[in-house]
C-alpha cells in the first residue's frame, strides 16, 4: 500500500486546513488509518485515527473538538479537516495504514506535509 499526503501549509492561528492522504496497491488490505505528527526534538505523535470497518474514530485529547478524521472508501481516500489552529499544531503531519495482506500485518507511511501554525 502507498500513500501520499497533501494539503498541507502556512495559516494563522485560528485557521483551518484540510489535509488529505490517497492510499494505492492493495487497499482492500486496509484495516485501520490514522493521522500522526512529528516536531523536531519530540516524538511523532497520533492526532487521529479510524478504522475500516466501522468508521470508529479517536483522537488526542489535544485536537478533540477541533479536528476531525473520515474517509471516503470509493476514493481510497482519508481527511484531517483541522479548524481552530494552535500554534502548537505546527508539526510534519503524516497518514498511515495498517492491514494484513498475505497473513503478514504491514504498516505503510506516507512521506508526510508540512503544517505551519503562525501566531
Known amino acids: 500500500v502507498q500513500l501520499v499526503e497533501s494539503g498541507g501549509g502556512l495559516v494563522q492561528a485560528g485557521g483551518s486546513l484540510r489535509l488529505s492522504c490517497v492510499a494505492s496497491g492493495n487497499t482492500v488490505s486496509i484495516h485501520g488509518m490514522g493521522w500522526y505528527r512529528h516536531t523536531p526534538g519530540n516524538q511523532r505523535e497520533v492526532v487521529a485515527r479510524i478504522t475500516v470497518s466501522d468508521g470508529t474514530t479517536t483522537y488526542a485529547d489535544s485536537v478533540k473538538g477541533r479536528f476531525a478524521i473520515s474517509r471516503d472508501g470509493a476514493k481510497n481516500a482519508m481527511y484531517l479537516q483541522m479548524n481552530s489552529l494552535k500554534p502548537e499544531d505546527t508539526a510534519v503531519y503524516s497518514c498511515?495504514?495498517?492491514?494484513?495482506?498475505?497473513?503478514?500485518?504491514?504498516?505503510?507511511w506516507g512521506q508526510g506535509t508540512q503544517v505551519t501554525v503562525s501566531s
Open positions: 498511515k495504514a495498517q492491514g494484513i495482506e498475505d497473513g503478514w500485518s504491514f504498516a505503510s
